[in-house]
């Protein structure tokens, strides 16, 4: 009797496991144009929450957006499966949307089980010109070095030359770059207009960026998927320029973002004690150009990310950061040496907050950068 119950037992927990296992897993179908362009599941999301530096429970909706293809969106409608449909401002929501393991999508403190998503695209796709990814390609097409491995970004074929810089100007938003030009406010950036529109990664946060612009990929390609990631395994620009026998220098700030490995890394900190980095990175960046000028430069002005986390993208702190680093550049092109490829470029843009700025979300705000390709 008790090895027919002990039976029972096993038969009844071998059902139960059976039928867990053949359970579908929850998919949300994802279209736009009347085109279906993906699914979101349980595999899709359990990737990105495994790659999390921190334990989550939820992604930001717009991380699986930005796997399907996504960048600059309007709108998103969201169906139940009794055809019940729910239309968002994505601006309005980009922020706050997050969708868990279980396919449970919350917006502010409204929790949403939808079978499909419809995403409209905003119509500045069609604006952008470049991207992020572009740059690597381009620098060592440039600087003549081989076929850049797995990039994802087009070389925009400029003519050769004999040394190339790289200008990363943090948290510069595109918008406000563009205004200030316009107004006649910094005198270096209006000798350069128009400038492109460009679109950075997503997350659009430093080490992210950072990771697309010297290997040509997107984070999914070169595992640098967010905060608490600064390397990555595949060859980078600077890696390509090394063997072969290309010179490298890097001038940051207080601190190293992002592992810039065979390169020679000056950190400037705050050497004069007035709460900032970018007069310092410009003293140093000065002295290599004109002492010891390498065959790539690589030069990160962090001032205008760090006025926008404080201050906001509209404040007058931000404004002047930008003012500063159009002064710094104007004099920085003075003294390159003829026969110089210049791309300039943010990681990201900025957002205004309830107390100041920030940056991460899949907005025009944080995602459009601007990309300069200059010759000297």
């Not at 922020?95 to 995403?119: L, M, R």
């Not at 440039?142 to 994802?152: D, I, V, W």
């Not at 030069?299 to 404004?319: K, L, Q, V």
């Amino acid at each position: 009797m008790k090895n027919i119950k002990k039976l029972n037992v096993n038969l009844f927990l071998i059902m139960i496991f059976m039928l867990s296992a053949c359970q579908q897993q929850w998919e949300i179908e994802i279209t736009s144009n009347g085109q279906v362009k993906g699914l979101i599941n349980e595999n899709s999301v359990a990737f990105y929450l495994e790659k999390s530096a921190e334990e989550v429970v939820a992604l930001p909706l717009g991380q699986m957006l930005y796997d399907l293809g996504f960048t600059l969106v309007d709108q998103i409608i969201l169906t139940s499966n009794r055809d019940q449909s729910q239309s968002f401002n994505w601006g309005e929501i980009a922020q706050t949307s997050t969708i868990s393991a279980t396919g449970e999508i919350k917006i502010y403190d409204e929790v949403f089980s939808p079978t499909s998503i419809e995403v409209i695209p905003s119509d500045r796709d069609s604006e952008i010109e470049l991207s992020i990814m572009d740059i690597a390609p381009t620098m060592a097409d440039a600087l003549g070095l081989p076929g850049f491995p797995n990039s994802q970004g087009r070389s925009r074929h400029f003519n050769p030359a004999q040394k190339g810089v790289l200008i990363l100007l943090d948290g510069l938003q595109y918008e406000k770059l563009i205004s200030m030009s316009e107004a006649g406010e910094i005198h270096f950036f209006q000798g350069l207009m128009p400038i492109a529109q460009g679109l950075t990664v997503y997350p659009p946060i430093t080490t992210s960026a950072t990771a697309a612009v010297l290997t040509g990929t997107p984070p999914k390609i070169n595992g640098v998927f967010g905060y608490g990631y600064r390397s990555t395994d595949l060859t980078t620009l600077i890696d390509l320029a090394a063997d072969n026998g290309i010179t490298v220098k890097a001038v940051e700030g207080s601190s190293l973002s992002f592992n810039l490995r065979n390169a020679e890394t000056i950190l400037s900190g705050d050497r004069d004690g007035d709460g900032f980095s970018d007069d310092n990175v410009f003293i140093n960046s000065m002295e290599i150009i004109q002492r010891d000028m390498p065959g790539l430069l690589f030069i990160h002005f962090h001032e205008i990310d760090d006025m926008g986390h404080r201050y906001g993208p509209e404040s007058e702190e931000y404004e002047a950061a930008i003012i500063r680093v159009d002064e710094y550049l104007s004099e920085l092109f003075k003294v390159l040496p003829t026969g110089t490829f210049i791309s300039i470029f943010a990681d990201h843009g900025m957002h205004a907050t309830d107390d100041g700025g920030n940056h991460g979300t899949l907005t025009a705000e944080d995602l459009i950068i601007p990309i300069i390709f200059l010759e000297k």
